[in-house]
């Protein structure tokens, strides 16, 4: 990597950074707004999540040829912008007196339909920075910091929420979109190469077939689809659970949710060495093990005096899924033809993305029909059926995921 490009690289992984620690704070504060200021129910507060996520299923598979046919910073930059009044929109209805539960829902699904759209730009666009041998390091640089934020900005929201309000909180995260389009803007632009005059669908299908013909990609894809349903589904549950059946406060909620992001400081931490010395593939199907094996502590949690079961259960949930997400997205970015990659991604996280949604709602559903602890416990149980994809599949025979032959 030259002295321009490692300054282009910093410069990408700032924004990422400002913007994801926003989020964060956020991912506390959006359904503590909703249960403390609008007194929500269990399914409005699920409804709220599966709303944040639901644009993966709705703009997924586009989104790659979106990303494919416009400048890849100026659409960053652009969705960056959209998130940034749509956040700042809720404090400002709330200081009117205006605020609703459909404004948040509204404000929730707008976010996540340019988070779609930017996720997979953003994607794109590291490829063109680093050079291939520098992927997984990269991945891994990106997939730590990102469990740095989840670490520190959900403690941060809890502090937070309690000095100002649930609701003063998303100017945080308004700005820091702000900031992220403004430093993504002092990059090299890297516009993509002309598609040929193809209707949009058959671009799609190709980027679809690619992905389910592909011996690797389609177990991994199916692994990543079924963790993100249960990780959705514990997401919704945990604020709600936390608070109604263990009487947390915003501070110990934002607490607990941040041990996601010690997990996955540590998957982060040693994917890169795990996958060497173990191979890739098999590092997938340990690391889904373990994790799965300790989500079922989660549930055991009923008091404040015994919470530190569902802190060591989500920690190593998140620990797995990072090991996982980092190991077989650097296989995709490797393994995939140029003129195909943001298609794949799209046609990757429109599947496994788009059970995020399904998860959160149906969590929701099921927590009204049998209560909050029997839902959570049928939840963590759900964490041992993705690396039983793995192990049904050609991955289980592989040592490293490049190992087959397409």
Same mark, same amino acid.
């Given at each position: 990597?030259?002295?321009?490009?490692s300054?282009?690289f910093?410069?990408?992984?700032?924004a990422?950074? !400002?913007?994801?620690?926003?989020?964060?704070? #956020?991912? $506390?504060? *959006?359904? /503590?707004? =909703? +249960?403390?200021?609008?007194? @929500? &129910?269990?399914?409005?507060?699920?409804l709220?999540?599966a709303?944040?996520?639901?644009?993966?299923?709705l703009?997924g598979?586009?989104?790659?040829?979106?990303?494919?046919?416009?400048?890849?910073?100026?659409?960053?930059?652009?969705?960056?912008?959209?998130?940034?009044?749509?956040?700042?929109?809720?404090? !400002?209805?709330?200081w009117?007196?205006?605020? #609703?539960? $459909?404004? *948040?829902? /509204?404000? =929730? +699904?707008?976010?996540?339909? @340019? &988070?779609?759209?930017?996720?997979?730009?953003?994607?794109?666009?590291?490829?063109?920075l680093?050079?291939?041998?520098e992927l997984?390091?990269r991945?891994?640089?990106?997939?730590?910091?990102?469990?740095?934020?989840?670490?520190?900005?959900?403690?941060v929201?809890?502090?937070?929420i309690?000095?100002?309000?649930?609701?003063?909180?998303?100017?945080?995260?308004s700005?820091?979109? *702000?900031?992220?389009?403004?430093?993504?803007?002092?990059?090299?632009?890297r516009?993509?190469?002309?598609?040929?005059?193809?209707?949009?669908?058959?671009?799609?299908?190709?980027?679809?077939?690619?992905?389910?013909r592909?011996p690797v990609?389609?177990?991994?894809?199916?692994?990543?689809?079924v963790?993100?349903?249960f990780?959705?589904?514990?997401?919704?549950?945990?604020?709600?659970?936390?608070?109604r059946?263990?009487?947390?406060?915003?501070?110990?909620?934002?607490?607990?949710?941040?041990?996601?992001?010690v997990?996955?400081l540590?998957?982060?931490?040693?994917?890169?060495?795990?996958s060497?010395?173990?191979g890739?593939?098999?590092?997938m199907?340990?690391?889904?093990?373990?994790?799965?094996?300790?989500?079922?502590?989660?549930?055991?949690?009923?008091?404040?005096?015994d919470?530190?079961?569902?802190?060591i259960?989500?920690?190593?949930?998140?620990?797995?899924?990072?090991?996982?997400?980092?190991?077989?997205?650097?296989?995709r970015?490797?393994?995939?033809?140029?003129?195909?990659?943001?298609?794949?991604?799209?046609?990757?996280?429109?599947?496994?993305?788009?059970?995020?949604p399904?998860?959160?709602?149906l969590?929701?559903?099921?927590?009204?029909?049998i209560?909050?602890?029997?839902?959570?416990w049928m939840?963590?149980?759900?964490f041992?059926?993705?690396?039983?994809?793995?192990?049904?599949?050609?991955v289980?025979?592989?040592?490293?995921?490049s190992?087959a032959?397409?």
């Amino acid at each position: 990597m030259t002295a321009t490009d490692s300054r282009a690289f910093w410069r990408f992984w700032s924004a990422s950074t !400002v913007s994801r620690t926003g989020s964060g704070i #956020t991912a $506390v504060a *959006l359904p /503590l707004v =909703a +249960l403390t200021s609008l007194h @929500a &129910t269990t399914l409005q507060v699920t409804l709220l999540a599966a709303a944040s996520q639901a644009a993966w299923l709705l703009l997924g598979l586009p989104a790659g040829v979106i990303a494919q046919r416009v400048p890849l910073r100026a659409l960053q930059v652009s969705m960056d912008m959209v998130r940034m009044v749509a956040m700042g929109s809720v404090p !400002v209805a709330w200081w009117l007196d205006r605020l #609703t539960f $459909v404004h *948040l829902l /509204l404000t =929730a +699904l707008i976010t996540g339909l @340019a &988070t779609v759209i930017f996720d997979i730009a953003n994607s794109t666009f590291l490829p063109a920075l680093v050079s291939k041998e520098e992927l997984t390091a990269r991945n891994s640089l990106i997939s730590g910091t990102d469990a740095v934020t989840q670490t520190g900005a959900p403690s941060v929201s809890g502090l937070l929420i309690k000095a100002v309000g649930a609701v003063d909180v998303l100017v945080i995260d308004s700005i820091s979109y *702000l900031i992220s389009a403004v430093t993504l803007w002092t990059l090299p632009e890297r516009r993509p190469k002309p598609l040929p005059q193809v209707p949009v669908l058959a671009l799609i299908r190709e980027g679809c077939a690619f992905v389910m013909r592909h011996p690797v990609m389609r177990p991994c894809v199916i692994w990543a689809t079924v963790s993100n349903f249960f990780t959705a589904a514990l997401m919704a549950l945990t604020p709600l659970y936390l608070v109604r059946e263990v009487g947390a406060s915003p501070t110990v909620v934002g607490l607990v949710i941040a041990a996601d992001g010690v997990g996955s400081l540590l998957g982060s931490m040693v994917a890169t060495r795990l996958s060497v010395r173990i191979g890739t593939a098999r590092a997938m199907i340990a690391s889904g093990v373990l994790g799965g094996a300790l989500a079922l502590v989660i549930p055991v949690t009923t008091s404040l005096g015994d919470i530190g079961y569902f802190v060591i259960g989500n920690a190593a949930v998140s620990m797995a899924v990072v090991i996982g997400s980092i190991l077989a997205r650097t296989h995709r970015q490797v393994e995939s033809p140029p003129e195909l990659l943001s298609r794949v991604m799209a046609t990757v996280r429109f599947i496994s993305w788009g059970a995020l949604p399904v998860g959160a709602l149906l969590s929701g559903l099921l927590a009204d029909s049998i209560g909050l602890r029997p839902a959570l416990w049928m939840v963590c149980a759900g964490f041992l059926l993705a690396p039983l994809v793995l192990i049904s599949s050609t991955v289980r025979k592989l040592r490293d995921l490049s190992g087959a032959r397409v």
